[in-house]
């Protein structure tokens, strides 16, 4: 693995700035073996807290009775950062935002519990720095980022964007990101580079669904997604580091997720550390899990319902109450087929769901 | 001696009221103060359903624990916490199909069709129904056998309803399966 230092050094034009020393965490200065190594260390000692989150509430047990006020000083919001950004792009018709509080409460994010209110319960101890993402595989620049860089990779824009999830609910959220092209180009893909896999932070310790299959519903973690070369590179797929203005909540994602707004959400993955170019369509996991209901392609289809429900429409998460609660028609690569239904000429979308 | 005396009953079925009511009350306020997530018309439409299969396994339970626990009497809250069962299963259905169909006629009439878990869901409100109609003393007496025959349906329901509960969650069988498991629990102890 080349560390952001090297690749610095190359002087290849790289924008990506280099973290001042002093600011570097452990795990920039030290190889990456010994870093782990000592990480299991401390785990093995038991210390996995020092530096870390402490137990989350999902972990609460009925000994927490005695130190319930321990507890609370554990149980600080996590805090969101303001978040610069150039120029703010309407992709959503003018529609009405979902409340940020919404979009906050209600998510999937097994990861951090399988009930919608569990991620904003359960993430509020996540710790996003100091933070590792790579890009590796079918490149001619491998790259490593650590959590300031996320931020440089390219100019960071305001795009509000639907968003469909395959339970036929949707949202409307201003996202704040870059095109994923952008960070892809910097590694000089190859051209073996047929698909772009994506790798969610694997850590039990913080994430209590993939420590209990109770809680995190029994998925094969990491969580992995993926997408076709070409969709990888499509102007509208993002990487999101913010939402409202302020960097992303450990609800929403953070530090960095995928946005892919013709799609449906599971494949936007969250809390991304690795992204790997490859030859061959990678293999993702609600896809493993039912590859009849959760096709790697998962594009937004009034047209192809889920076996057990139906597609065609879908419940707009609002402004409103629950006597208000409005459905709307589904469109069609939820209402971008204009940008994108090129990528799919040719292709029988009832059969490559 | 049993615990439980005629004088003694209504004091019980005072209990039950209260005990049905409370998560009513409580999904009451919640829905008032806002508390249901971003997403409260599937929040109430599960809680409802959950609800009726709670009291779908009550009901159940009433005879094995009478006889268990030799309480003749507690048999005669059966049809309180069934009726119980049937209101909340109401709730659950008009909530799906207002709160969240919009009561478009078509729409629901196309998801019946095509969903399975929607058309098991319905056998058993229909089976449900059927059993709320005729629990009144003189219905029961009017029918004669025939009564104990349509009211044995009521494990049919138990059995289709963890699987309408199963097939309508995106994933996570481990609830759907406990509920499963104890359906098989209340009615393997009714075998002699």
New interface residues.
């Given amino acids: 693995m080349i560390s952001i230092w090297e690749v610095n050094q190359a002087g290849n034009g790289m924008i990506i700035k280099c973290k001042k020393k002093s600011q570097a965490s452990e795990n920039d200065v030290v190889a990456e073996p010994v870093y782990q190594q000592r990480r299991q260390f401390l785990k093995q000692l038991g210390l996995a807290g020092v530096g870390l989150a402490a137990a989350s509430p999902a972990q609460a047990s009925i000994f927490d009775i005695f130190d319930s006020g321990k507890k609370k000083a554990h149980s600080q919001a996590f805090v969101q950062s303001p978040l610069k950004f150039i120029g703010s792009k309407d992709y959503a018709d003018g529609e009405i935002w979902?409340p940020e509080?919404?979009?906050l409460?209600?998510n999937n994010f097994?990861e951090f519990g399988?009930a919608?209110?569990d991620p904003q319960k359960n993430a509020q101890n996540f710790k996003v720095e100091p933070w590792t993402l790579t890009i590796t595989g079918a490149v001619e620049k491998e790259i490593t980022l650590g959590y300031d860089d996320l931020f440089k990779v390219a100019d960071l824009e305001e795009r509000i964007y639907r968003m469909r999830c395959?339970?036929a609910?949707s949202m409307v959220i201003p996202w704040i990101g870059f095109s994923l092209a952008e960070i892809i180009k910097k590694a000089n893909p190859t051209s073996k580079a047929k698909y772009v896999a994506f790798e969610t932070l694997y850590d039990p310790q913080q994430m209590p669904g993939q420590a209990s299959?109770?809680l995190g519903?029994?998925?094969d973690w990491p969580y992995v997604e993926g997408l076709r070369m070409d969709e990888a590179m499509h102007p509208l797929t993002i990487l999101s580091v913010g939402t409202f203005g302020k960097t992303l909540a450990p609800q929403n994602g953070a530090p960095i997720r995928l946005v892919v707004p013709w799609k449906y959400g599971f494949k936007g993955i969250k809390s991304i550390v690795k992204i790997h170019l490859l030859e061959k369509e990678p293999p993702t996991t609600w896809n493993r899990?039912?590859a009849r209901e959760y096709g790697f392609y998962a594009n937004v289809n009034p047209a192809v319902?889920h076996p057990?429900?139906?597609q065609a429409?879908e419940?707009r998460?609002g402004n409103g109450?629950?006597?208000s609660?409005k459905?709307i028609k589904t469109l069609a690569f939820n209402g971008y087929d204009e940008e994108v239904a090129s990528l799919y000429q040719g292709m029988d979308l009832k059969r490559y769901i | 001696m049993p615990v439980l005396t005629y004088k003694r009953m209504p004091y019980l079925k005072a209990y039950i009221h209260i005990l049905a009511i409370m998560p009513l009350v409580y999904l009451g306020l919640a829905?008032n103060a806002?508390a249901?997530?971003?997403?409260?018309?599937?929040?109430?439409i599960h809680f409802l359903g959950k609800g009726a299969l709670n009291l779908l396994l009550a009901t159940l339970a009433i005879s094995p624990l009478a006889k268990r626990y030799k309480e003749g009497l507690l048999i005669s809250t059966r049809r309180l916490v069934g009726l119980y069962c049937f209101f909340y299963a109401t709730l659950h259905l008009v909530a799906f199909a207002w709160?969240?169909?919009?009561w478009?006629l078509g729409?629901f009439l196309?998801?019946l069709i095509?969903?399975?878990?929607i058309w098991l869901g319905m056998v058993a409100f229909i089976i449900l129904l059927l059993l709320a109609l005729t629990s009144p003393m003189c219905v029961r007496r009017k029918m004669q056998r025939n009564w104990q025959k349509l009211h044995n349906f009521i494990y049919l329901a138990a059995v289709l309803t963890p699987v309408h509960y199963y097939?309508?969650v995106?994933?996570?069988?481990?609830e759907p399966i406990i509920y499963a498991f104890l359906v098989i629990l209340l009615l393997s102890s009714r075998r002699k």
Avoid: C, M
Avoid at chain 2, 99 to 102: Q, V
């Fill in positions: 979902t509080k919404k979009v409460s209600h097994y399988t919608k209110t395959v339970e609910w299959s109770y519903g029994n998925l899990l039912a319902d057990r429900w139906s429409s419940r998460i109450s629950v006597f609660s459905r | 829905i806002d249901l997530g971003g997403d409260p018309v599937q929040a109430v709160l969240d169909l919009g478009d729409l196309q998801e095509k969903r399975p878990y097939l309508s995106k994933s996570g069988w481990i």
